[in-house]
């Protein structure tokens, strides 16, 4: 009679033993196969005996094979199912480690949606074609943070100046607030070369987003030039405000990541005074180990902000 002991006390090495004397037919067979002795293959099958309980091999002696009992048969489709989600493991953890493969969760704003994060997405793609992003998008800093935070999402881009102490900051650069006009309007007429006189827009009827963080620094900075905006028209998409600079209905402050420049309809001036710009940046969790494929975005939205931003003034 076997002792029993508990599956609890089957280890990976006994597995692979059942698996190799099953294949092999013999003990000799599977230690010339792992690099064992006969006596530690013989050790490692009776070990496995005894934390099942039952006896796992027929061995009929001589020369004839050793064959599996139906416990035997039984524990070996086990055997085979761990090993292969261990070698599945294996090549997930390689896919993690390499960022190449797996799951990127990325927060972003509309703006950033629309002029940043196509190229990004694109070079990341092409870096690591299976790599599954998947974008989350909010209006405001503090809903971007709190997935973060959470663990919801493995990476976000924020509008700075921010600050906050759990997490890990990077600048990308700054985007300046600019005034689209009306093509041919007399608010375009008032224009002086590149600029409009910021006092301008304190009667015209303009058009904004509903409250979001965007539109909060741009009414605080219209307000610190004197200016109490009027909105006739609200909207939280980008193009939808820019159709409707365009069709006359009045001015739009807007981040300049957020116009379409290829736009014949309007016209994009720099204001005087200008609003302070805002500062595109983008946060990880600090204090916890990243994704690599995070860091690689990370890397990415570094080179992609160089090229489509402005330096962060110093």
């Known amino acids: 009679m076997l002792m029993f002991m508990g599956i609890e006390d089957v280890e990976i090495k006994h597995l692979a033993t059942l698996r190799t004397v099953a294949d092999e037919g013999s003990f000799i067979g599977a230690a010339d196969v792992l690099g064992y002795s006969q006596a530690a293959i013989s050790q490692q099958v009776a070990s496995l005996e005894r934390a099942v309980g039952q006896r796992l091999f027929d061995r009929p002696g001589g020369p004839r094979p ?3 009992t139906p416990a ?6 086990h055997a085979k199912a761990i090993h292969a989600r261990l070698a599945l493991a294996d090549r997930e953890l390689s896919d993690l480690v390499s960022g190449t493969a797996g799951r990127l ?8 949606s629309v002029q940043l994060l196509p190229e990004l997405v694109r070079e990341m793609r092409a870096a690591a ?3 599954d992003i998947h974008l989350v998008e909010q209006d405001r800093n503090d809903s971007l943070v709190d997935l ?3 663990g919801e999402i493995d990476v976000t881009f924020l509008e700075g100046p921010y600050d906050d102490s759990r997490l890990e900051l990077i600048e990308l650069g700054t985007d300046p607030f600019v005034v689209l006009l009306p093509k ?4 375009a007429r008032l224009a002086k070369g590149r600029t409009l006189a910021t006092e301008h827009l304190a009667h015209a009827p303009m058009i904004g987003e509903h409250p979001c963080s965007t539109q909060e620094r741009i009414d605080q ?3 610190d030039a004197g200016i109490t905006p009027r909105y006739v028209f609200r909207a939280n998409d980008n ?3 820019q159709g409707m600079v365009r069709a006359g209905l009045g001015p739009a402050v807007m981040p300049m990541l957020a116009v379409d420049t290829a736009d014949t309809g309007i016209v994009i001036k720099a204001l005087d005074p200008p609003i302070e710009p805002r500062m595109i940046l983008i946060a990880l969790r600090k204090g916890s180990t990243p994704l690599p494929a995070a860091e690689q975005f990370v890397r990415i939205a570094k080179h992609e902000g160089r090229k489509r931003l402005s330096r962060p003034a110093r």
Do not use: H, K, W, Y
């Open 66 to 68: 050793v064959t599996l």
């Open 72 to 77: 035997g048969r039984l524990l070996l489709g």
């Open 105 to 112: 969760r990325c927060g972003t704003f509309q703006s950033v």
């Open 129 to 131: 074609p299976n790599l």
């Open 148 to 150: 973060l935070i959470a």
């Open 184 to 187: 041919d309007s007399e608010l």
């Open 221 to 223: 900075g219209l307000r």
């Open 239 to 241: 193009g939808a405000m």
